[in-house]
């Protein structure tokens, strides 16, 4: 038996019933990194000699009855724009080559309390900006389904760690769209939860009112248990939220019956791939098959989604990366003449293009004469945004859509044109900016084998109806495993 096949909910319960041990579920997944991760390239840091010492620790507490948790004792994956104590932490940059934090992240350390061992850190777009995961300074990550395609971003180690199964489940972020679309580009189950369910402190923040961590899996059910397990009122994050209800794997009932459903047509229309359109209103009949009442209407202002995002986010970007300066850690440049040329010099060494373009956008929409008229007017959509959410929501219990306008386009296709590849997160934005929960599910492949995704979109707080609707749609197709996922069976 490959236990790398297995859920993480799965391996956890073999693990529980002695039927394995933590070290041999640890040593399976370092097999499969090493069969795959040079052709891959999903990890930044591969933390051998810690996972094997941490499984040892882990299984010592399980045998004395200390940890419960589904996940206890199952090897994770972690995005490396999250601090992890002693393990560097990178964000795909070269200006934070050298990081190794003295603390680790709230969402990561709720994993260890749980018994969680730590594999590595996942490759990503470089400071998380980027759909591609080809911005990275470490180099491109592969897709598992075809190498000659994108795993999407920024997202896109993790998701493709998971997809290749070099590890069960992973950590990823998601500012507008960056576990969820990789997620739909590498055919396995990503989750946006509502903003202020998992703490950011201690993930490096890209757009701070956007960004949020959560899990990316194999399937809805380790979802919940990731969520369940990494969620939590965090007093040192001024914007976590403090919930009555952490058990999100309550929710997995099979039972969609009464649901409404809103499909919103706007998401159907010009740009939208023929094959990817196909298979998620197909999907869409499915839940109608099981109950579910469906719906078309206008969601209306999709189509400022993007620039209201795009103003928000590099503004929010370009304060948050003013403190790499090559003072205090990280990157420094060799050779410079005074305190404002180490700066200039520092920053223009260690920044990629398009973390550069970003914070130059950002500069510019917050500066003065430019302020009110880019900035404050894409605060105004945002709201007008989230208010026609609410309206939707007064109606739906869930919204219907794609997750990516199209299937994972092929190396290099998407860095030539920033527009087209800002357009790409057209379906995914708005959950950002509204903070809605979001999840997407495998649901087909194109004509070119590669993996379709289905967006569900939820209320706030209300990602157990998210749940049992993406689970209920779950029964009814088998979970597709990639080639590169086989290797060791």
Not at 74 to 103: E, R
Not at 104 to 120: D, H, P, Q
Not at 331 to 352: N, P, V
Request: with cysteine; charged share 25%.
């Amino acid at each position: 038996m490959n236990l790398m096949s297995l859920t993480a909910v799965q391996l956890g319960r073999e693990i529980k019933e002695k039927e394995v041990s933590v070290t041999e579920a640890v040593e399976a997944a370092l097999k499969q990194i090493d069969a795959n991760e040079a052709e891959l390239n999903c990890y930044v840091t591969v933390d051998r000699d810690g996972a094997l010492k941490r499984a040892a620790e882990v299984q010592k507490l399980i045998d004395e009855g200390a940890l419960k948790n589904p996940l206890a004792g199952v090897p994770v994956a972690v995005k490396d724009n999250m601090c992890t104590k002693g393990l560097l932490t990178t964000c795909s940059s070269k200006i934070l080559g050298n990081f190794v934090p003295t603390y680790t992240s709230e969402a990561v350390l709720n994993l260890e309390k749980a018994g969680a061992v730590i594999i590595g850190k996942t490759n990503m777009d470089e400071f998380a900006m980027g759909s591609t995961t080809e911005t990275s300074a470490f180099g491109v990550t592969r897709n598992p389904w075809n190498k000659e395609h994108v795993p999407g971003g920024s997202s896109g180690g993790s998701a493709a760690a998971v997809a290749a199964e070099e590890c069960s489940y992973a950590l990823g972020s998601d500012t507008g769209g960056s576990i969820r679309q990789p997620s739909s580009f590498c055919g396995v189950t990503g989750m946006k939860p509502t903003y202020g369910t998992i703490s950011r402190y201690g993930l490096i923040a890209y757009g701070s009112s956007l960004d949020q961590i959560g899990p990316v899996a194999k399937d809805v059910t380790d979802c919940a248990a990731v969520l369940s397990t990494a969620a939590s009122y965090d007093p040192k994050d001024s914007t976590s939220i403090k919930r009555d209800d952490y058990d999100f794997m309550s929710a997995l009932v099979d039972d969609v019956k009464g649901l409404k459903i809103g499909i919103p047509r706007d998401y159907f229309g010009d740009g939208l791939d023929s094959e990817v359109k196909e298979a998620v209103l197909a999907a869409a009949k499915k839940l109608e098959e099981q109950g579910a009442v469906v719906e078309e209407f206008d969601l209306s202002l999709v189509e400022y989604a993007i620039p209201a995002y795009y103003v928000i986010a590099s503004a929010e970007a370009s304060s948050n990366l003013a403190r790499f300066d090559g003072v205090k850690y990280g990157y420094r440049a060799k050779e410079f003449e005074g305190l404002h040329h180490m700066y200039k010099k520092t920053r223009s060494e260690g920044f990629g293009a398009e973390v550069k373009r970003r914070i130059m956008l950002g500069s510019f929409v917050l500066s003065s004469g430019y302020y009110d008229a880019y900035y404050l007017k894409a605060l105004r959509t945002k709201a007008l945004i989230k208010q026609a959410f609410d309206k939707a929501f007064e109606k739906y219990d869930i919204i219907l859509g794609p997750a990516a306008p199209t299937t994972a386009p092929r190396l290099g296709e998407s860095l030539s044109d920033p527009i087209k590849m800002y357009l790409g997160d057209i379906y995914t934005i708005s959950v950002n900016l509204a903070g809605l929960p979001g999840i997407s599910v495998p649901c087909g492949t194109d004509s070119k084998g590669l993996p379709i995704g289905l967006q569900l979109i939820g209320n706030c707080f209300a990602e157990k109806t998210l749940i049992r609707a993406a689970y209920s749609f779950e029964q009814t197709r088998s979970y597709a495993r990639c080639e590169a996922a086989k290797k060791m069976d």
